[in-house]
């Protein structure tokens, strides 16, 4: 036997569909796809005959509220700083018991990972044995994923408040967790898991808090993500709390929190100055259309981010957006994108490639994930088009590409036969 045969562990047959470019998808007919035991691509082999069609396209997505999971779909009738108030802090003040925390995280990685997604930002709250149950429950079920303890310490409720030193203490006592729990495995990978700084938003933050975090992030040379720009009223009391800095986003920026491994949520109002730096500092953008929409933020201009080149990936921000799905995340980002601007509104190619090449880009991921190229880790849906109950109808007249536009403007979790992260098929919980 061969040592390129005695290194590979799957093998895969089928249509591959993969973002390229931001202007190009491909399809690749009766294709053969070798995956090593690193779970790596080790070799694609084009145009080998047989009558059949499977579909597999990688699909990247960032940005969700892992404790938002248990109301997905409440609350869509009041704008951003009520709805945290009347929603969400009172829900997340509930995971300070570890073991219910434990039951919605359970509920929620498994719908995330059904519909597709096979790495994500999450968002956990500020209590600590509640994140690490987080982790927990992604490793059992096999995501890609960077997990985020919530840092508050000014402008919540007194029953979700940190003092500065615990925010810290414990937000370095979550990234040590992590990183022992990933040297004791001893990857020949990237770790699935990855500890993240994460600032609710600068409103719930102090000056000093947010210092001693950008040091966190520094230290242990670890990504950051946050919210900006996402509401008005939002961004006029950020600015009234923060009276040193030009604008809310150079508040990051002032804090140590605005590098090349920063995911910035929303960023629905900005200024040119603002998009600027985000791009001068290398820091990606996690358009949450669906949210946006929901709770009246507004319209974010991502044709000009396209544009300009600035790192964007699509982000379903459950509870905000109604729902777990990367498929949902593309319509209405197109759906976004028509209403802003119907003449240069973003187009296929262009949305798909931000629901995987450029989540990849935003997570600093790309050479790791992101679409089907040999070195890259295999993550990809297993995609039947005539699954059982399907949503979208095939007829004779179709082709690959047909099919492919209808699973994503009509597909659903259905259709997703299969997950694969790293190589290795997703098991989900009966939950």
């Not at 770790?191 to 994460?198: K, N």
């Not at 040119?272 to 985000?278: F, H, W």
Request: charged fraction near 25%; glycine fraction near 6%.
């Amino acid at each position: 036997m061969s040592s390129f045969a005695s290194s590979i562990s799957k093998v895969f047959y089928g249509t591959f569909i993969h973002s390229v470019s931001i202007k190009e998808i491909e399809y690749v007919p009766n294709g053969l796809l070798f995956v090593d035991a690193h779970g790596r691509i080790a070799k694609i082999v084009r145009n080998v005959p047989k009558d059949q069609f499977r579909g597999a396209l990688d699909g990247v997505e960032e940005y969700k509220h892992a404790p938002q999971f248990a109301y997905c779909g409440n609350g869509h009738d009041i704008p951003l700083l009520e709805w945290l108030d009347t929603l969400t802090f009172p829900h997340e003040a509930k995971f300070k018991d570890a073991s219910y925390a434990r039951r919605v995280y359970t509920k929620a990685v498994a719908r995330s990972l059904r519909n597709g997604t096979t790495s994500a930002c999450w968002f956990a709250t500020i209590h600590l044995d509640a994140t690490k149950e987080l982790v927990k429950v992604i490793e059992e079920q096999g995501q890609r994923a960077y997990v985020g303890k919530v840092n508050m310490n000014q402008n919540s409720p007194d029953f979700l408040k940190e003092t500065t030193q615990s925010s810290v203490a414990d937000t370095r006592a979550f990234i040590e967790y992590v990183n022992a729990i990933n040297d004791a495995q001893g990857f020949d990978t990237k770790p699935l898991v990855t500890p993240i700084i994460t600032p609710r938003f600068a409103i719930s933050c102090t000056s000093d808090l947010l210092t001693e975090l950008g040091k966190l992030a520094a230290e242990f040379d670890i990504p950051v993500q946050s919210h900006l720009c996402e509401n008005l009223k939002e961004i006029e009391f950020t600015k009234s709390l923060f009276p040193n800095s030009t604008d809310y986003t150079s508040v990051y920026a002032d804090h140590g929190l605005l590098t090349h491994r920063s995911i910035m949520a929303h960023c629905v109002h900005m200024k040119d100055e603002e998009l600027q730096l985000m791009k001068d500092k290398g820091a990606g953008v996690s358009h949450c259309a669906s949210s946006n929409f929901n709770i009246k933020s507004g319209l974010a201009n991502v044709r000009k981010m396209v544009d300009m080149d600035l790192k964007v990936g699509l982000g379903t921000d459950v509870a905000g957006g109604f729902s777990s799905s990367i498929l949902d995340a593309f319509r209405t980002a197109r759906t976004c994108s028509i209403a802003r601007s119907p003449a240069d509104s973003l187009l296929v190619p262009e949305l798909f490639y931000l629901a995987t090449v450029g989540g990849a880009r935003v997570m600093e991921l790309e050479d790791t994930i992101g679409n089907f190229v040999v070195g890259k880790e295999f993550d990809a849906i297993l995609v039947n088009t005539a699954a059982k109950y399907s949503p979208l109808d095939v007829f004779e007249h179709d082709t690959i590409c047909t099919k492919f536009e209808k699973y994503l403007f009509v597909g659903d979790d259905r259709n997703n036969e299969k997950v694969y992260v790293q190589g290795k098929e997703v098991r989900l919980p009966d939950v």
